[in-house]
């Protein structure tokens, strides 16, 4: 298997010890810590974005109540995150979703799963750029037309890129303010709006508000699904750095929990400070309000503090975003690594000076500009594309599910520092009928609009994964690489023997 260039300087650790008996050379600089990996799993997850970007949507379709979902669903990705962590402690390896499936399953199921990931994740950086966008807008005082989103959105995606390039440990400490302006952005407006400024009793949590019409109050529930599933993903970030952790093994499987745990009681803090300050809630439910949120901080905050929020929004959106660039650019460094790719090689290039994925990076804030572009030209694409990348990382996200659980079924008792012991087979079979669940509520059609604005996730996939298919099985790039697969028996095995 051939290996990126050699980076000098990088200090070794007892966690390149685990990588090496894994077939990899430690090329990282390991200068992250819990801190650090949970700062930067938070920050992807961002309950700032997530809650102002389906709030609204929330109420119009299942009224106050919707914030339940909240609850339901990061329960269910604890599940999902607790077998992520057992498979990173085995598999301390940068990609995440990649490697992981390599070595549960094997090198053509691996490339299909970080083929949909790394096309996800580059959407989701458009989407969280363009919203971003608008809350630059706000700030500098700009109407919100094409032209400005696109040149806010573009801007935010440098910003991030710049401070990406600088290295690791830069990137920690900007992860780190992001994570203090999300806390200060949800929980202390939400607890702020909640004691001197509600306007709405805690019984409206309750109330459905008549947005069921003549229907079910059920089918109406399930339908503001989305108000939960756009929350909970990003977590996984903490383990695509994981050669960039210091004793990864134990700290990374934390750290994705505190994301999914902090993140959690972040967004419904947030979202039920919104719900109980809002003057207009009735016209919000009724979706005459499609963007109540601004509305609702002026009325509560003033024009001053109004401000100072969204200097704190923008801040988290920055944060936001160089999370999403590191990510990607570590699955791609992954993928170029073990010769996935047309240029590999060119990929899988570290900087000498600061151990990044240069090129890598590039590609993560490049392509997102292209798609700004589209959605400048189409600017009722964004929320097509943004649906598309939900499911798409729901279902890589079961890809690994599946896996571990093909494994266990097989023997595989996991060798790494997180352990579930006994409860390892239960929750593996609990996270993927969540999964599942949760996939079935995002490609269901909605009810109303086009055809192709009705089923614009499922299509979106099916293309992704049409085109990936068809260049996995023309050109065959599994062929090209020796890196290990399929091979969580024998690396346990061998792991509990070593210890």
């Known amino acids: 298997m051939s290996a990126p260039e050699s980076v000098s300087g990088v200090r070794t650790t007892a966690g390149d010890g685990h990588l090496e008996a894994l077939g990899y050379e430690g090329e990282f600089q390991r200068s992250m810590g819990l801190v650090a990996n949970f700062a930067l799993g938070f920050t992807y997850l961002s309950p700032l974005v997530g809650v102002y970007s389906l709030f609204a949507l929330g109420l119009a379709t299942a009224g106050p109540p919707a914030i339940w979902w909240i609850i339901i669903v990061g329960l269910g990705q604890t599940l999902v995150a607790l077998v992520f ?83 690791t440990q830069v990137m920690s400490r900007v992860a780190r303010i992001g994570f203090a302006a999300e806390l200060a952005g949800v929980v202390a407006v939400g607890l702020y709006l909640m004691i001197f400024h509600r306007k709405q009793p805690f019984s409206v949590f309750f109330d459905s508000m008549g947005t069921a019409g ?133 990929l899988a290039k570290l900087s000498v000076k600061h151990a990044v994925p240069t090129n890598a990076l590039i590609v993560a804030s490049l392509v997102p500009m292209a798609i700004c572009l589209y959605i400048y030209a189409q600017p009722s694409a964004l929320v097509r594309v943004t649906s598309f990348a939900v499911l798409g990382i729901y279902l890589c996200f079961q890809m690994v599910v599946l896996a571990a659980l093909r494994q266990r079924l097989r023997g595989w008792r996991p060798a790494g520092e997180f352990s579930l012991r006994g409860f390892g087979l239960p929750v593996t079979v609990l996270a993927l009928a969540y999964g599942v669940t949760a996939m079935y509520l995002l490609a269901k059609p909605g009810s109303t609009g086009s055809f192709g604005d009705r089923w614009t996730s499922l299509i979106g996939l099916v293309v992704v994964l049409v085109v990936g298919l068809a260049y996995l099985f023309t050109a065959r790039p599994d062929q090209y690489s020796d890196a290990p697969q399929g091979d969580a028996l024998e690396v346990a095995a061998r792991l509990r023997e070593n210890a």
């Open 214 to 346: 003549s229907g079910s109050y059920l089918t109406a529930f399930f339908a503001a699904a989305l108000t939960g599933l756009f929350l909970f993903y990003g977590f996984e970030a903490c383990g695509d750095v994981a050669e960039e952790v210091e004793h990864p093994g134990r700290r990374i499987p934390v750290a994705m929990l505190l994301s999914i745990g902090v993140g959690g009681i972040s967004g419904l803090m947030s979202f039920a400070g919104y719900v109980l300050a809002a003057p207009n809630l009735k016209d919000i439910i009724a979706g005459k309000d499609g963007d109540p949120i601004p509305g609702i901080l002026k009325d509560s905050l003033g024009t001053v503090g109004q401000k100072i929020f969204l200097v704190i929004a923008i801040t988290a959106f920055i944060s936001c975003v160089l999370s999403l660039q590191a990510a990607a650019s570590r699955l791609l460094y992954s993928f170029g690594r073990d010769q996935m790719l047309p240029g590999h090689r060119w």
């Open 85 to 167: 962590g057992e498979v990173v402690a085995q598999y301390p390896i940068t990609g995440g979703i990649y490697p992981w499936t390599r070595r549960l399953w094997g090198a053509r199921y691996a490339w299909i799963a970080a083929w949909v990931y790394v096309w996800a994740m580059i959407v989701t950086i458009t989407s969280v750029a363009e919203f971003g966008g608008g809350f630059a807008a706000a700030l500098f005082g700009l109407e919100n037309t094409a032209g400005v989103g696109l040149a806010t959105a573009v801007a935010l995606l440098l910003i991030a890129l710049a401070f990406n390039f600088s290295g």
